[in-house]
């Protein structure tokens, strides 16, 4: 199973970037997907989470209007756009593939990619 990230970078507030996360070694279409993010000094929060079709999406209070789960199936990609960003969502932004949509419990993780939200 690999996961690698992607899209991550310097913005500022107010503006926008797209993640992907491209997933490989295990059938993507079977699994539900999320993203989670470590902030510096803080521990892991979960962001969103989408189902196996995509028919379903959730979101983090913090994020929710804001960011846009999304999956391609037929490339093997999660995606997530991430609209009028503010500096507290700077963080290192994992693809985490979880036991359930719901669990906190994720069996492969990425490496991640930063996400700097600076004026």
């Known amino acids: 199973v690999q996961l690698v990230e992607s899209g991550g970078g310097m913005v500022q507030p107010g503006g926008s970037l797209t993640l992907s996360c491209a997933a490989s070694g295990f059938t993507f279409s079977g699994y539900d997907m999320s993203w989670v993010r470590q902030a510096p000094g803080k521990g892991p929060e979960w962001v969103s989470g989408?189902?196996?079709?995509?028919?379903?999406?959730y979101y983090a209070d913090s994020v929710n209007g804001r960011f846009t789960i999304s999956r391609d199936n037929d490339n093997n990609t999660l995606y997530l756009q991430m609209d009028s960003l503010k500096p507290e969502d700077t963080a290192l932004y994992y693809c985490?593939?979880?036991?359930?949509?719901?669990?906190?419990?994720?069996?492969?993780w990425g490496p991640g990619t930063q996400v700097i939200v600076s004026s």
């Open positions: 989408i189902t196996t079709g995509g028919g379903s999406t």
């Open positions: 985490a593939r979880p036991l359930g949509v719901h669990s906190a419990w994720y069996d492969y």
